[in-house]
Each structure stands twice: as C-alpha cells, then as structure tokens.
C-alpha cells in the first residue's frame, strides 16, 4: 500500500486528569490504538513523523496548543489531516466567555473564568 506523505494526524486521548473526575482507561487505549492503526503501513499507512499521540499527561493546554500549531504549519490545504480526541468537554453557557471549550489534562474548572484561562476554547481550536 502506498503511504501519502501529506497525510498528518493529532491522536489525543486524555483520561488521569488533574483537577476534575477521571474518564475510564480506555479512552487512552482507544487513542493509542487510532495512532497505531494510522500508522500501520497495512492499514492507514500515514508517515509515522506525520502523527502525534497526546496522551494523559502530554496533552496539557500548552501541550495541545503545541501540536496544533506544529500540525497547522507542517499542512497545506491539500493535506490530509484527522484530529482524534477523547477527552472530557466543558461549557460555559453565558458572558464574554460563553462556548464549547476542550479540557486539557492540568484543566481548572472551578469557575467560568478558571475554565476559560485554563482550557481550549472551541474557537481556539476551530482558528488552529
């Protein structure tokens, strides 16, 4: 099978959080497990360099700003790209901060404002 070198790929699974619940172990085996199957030369055959896996205690805010823009300069408009995420969402209903927000591992969700300053907003990641 023939391996498209502008293939790219974030895999990020977050479960052991730091500050809020915990989600089951299978949420990073899922991610490992998509990372491993992109990667696979029988399967997906995306370059191995082209895919990053991002898990627990990689996948903080700054963590995950970092792989998104390292994904977003190493792609083109014709590039393939896939983002996987399992990981828990917050939201904040109303204000200057209302929206979908993803949960970085070191997350702070005790107010509105700790959410906004410590997770990445939808819009964050839509302009990633």
Not at 6 to 15: E, K, L, N, R, Y
Not at 18 to 31: I, K, M
Not at 109 to 125: C, K, N, P, V
């Amino acid at each position: 099978m023939p391996t498209s070198n502008d293939a790219h790929a974030i895999v990020i699974g977050i479960a052991n959080y730091q500050n809020v619940n915990p989600l089951p172990p299978t949420v990073v085996q899922d991610a490992s497990d998509i990372y491993h199957l992109l990667i696979d030369p029988q399967v997906c055959a995306y370059p191995p360099n082209n895919v990053h896996l991002l898990v627990d205690e990689q996948a903080t805010q700054s963590g995950l700003r970092s792989g998104l823009a390292e994904l977003a300069k190493r792609t083109t408009d014709d590039s393939t790209v896939l983002i996987y995420l399992s990981s828990h969402g917050g939201q904040i209903e109303q204000g200057s901060n209302a929206g979908e927000y993803l949960l970085p591992v070191d997350v702070v969700y005790s107010s509105d404002d700790s959410l906004a300053q410590t997770a990445i907003s939808g819009r964050e990641f839509t302009e990633a």
